[in-house]
């Protein structure tokens, strides 16, 4: 997402908070702000505005202060630290749901961590709106680990898996 921002005219870069919810755009000279702003946002998609004047001052602070904001290449590594996370939270719960034992709830939980990392990717190389991507590709992302778990779960632990994991 970050490098389509940055190929809008009138942007010099654009950078993406810790948290994935501001996003920073360092503008060229002479740059259209409101031009620059509506093509930001549509590419941002629903959602996506402008920071009032008071709170778009707090977050280009945080900026100066020295703040973790990425640029487009470094938001992988976000979204990796992202994958595993929801995979270690969203796994384990689903795992239990399902009661599986500690060594299919590890390889479960590593299969997801991997189907939703490759997910993240996906949606950070598309076009359009990110949570259009995620509202695809999440959804592929748990069936790909579920298919991926029919290699070492039985039918009826898939099953159970599967009513334990939404990821929607």
């Not at 031009?35 to 977050?59: C, P, Y």
């Not at 995979?87 to 239990?96: F, L, M, N, Q, S």
């Not at 479960?108 to 950070?124: G, I, K, Q």
């Amino acid at each position: 997402m970050l490098a389509r921002l940055d190929e809008v005219p009138g942007v010099r870069e654009s950078r993406v908070d810790w948290t994935g919810r501001y996003v920073l755009l360092a503008l060229e000279d002479g740059a259209d702000e409101a031009r620059v702003a509506g093509e930001a946002s549509s590419l941002l998609g629903d959602g996506a505005a402008r920071l009032d004047r008071a709170r778009e001052a707090e977050q280009v602070d945080a900026y100066r202060r020295g703040e973790p904001w990425m640029r487009a290449g470094e938001t992988l590594r976000l979204s990796r630290a992202e994958a595993r996370i929801i995979a270690e939270r969203e796994g384990a719960r689903a795992a239990r749901e399902a009661g599986l034992d500690a060594d299919a709830s590890r390889r479960m939980v590593a299969v997801l961590e991997d189907e939703l990392a490759a997910a993240f990717e996906r949606v950070e190389r598309r076009d359009g709106p990110v949570e259009r991507g995620l509202g695809t590709e999440l959804p592929l992302a748990r069936e790909r680990a579920l298919a991926r778990c029919r290699e070492f779960l039985t039918p009826e632990q898939v099953a159970r898996l599967e009513a334990a994991l939404p990821l929607e």
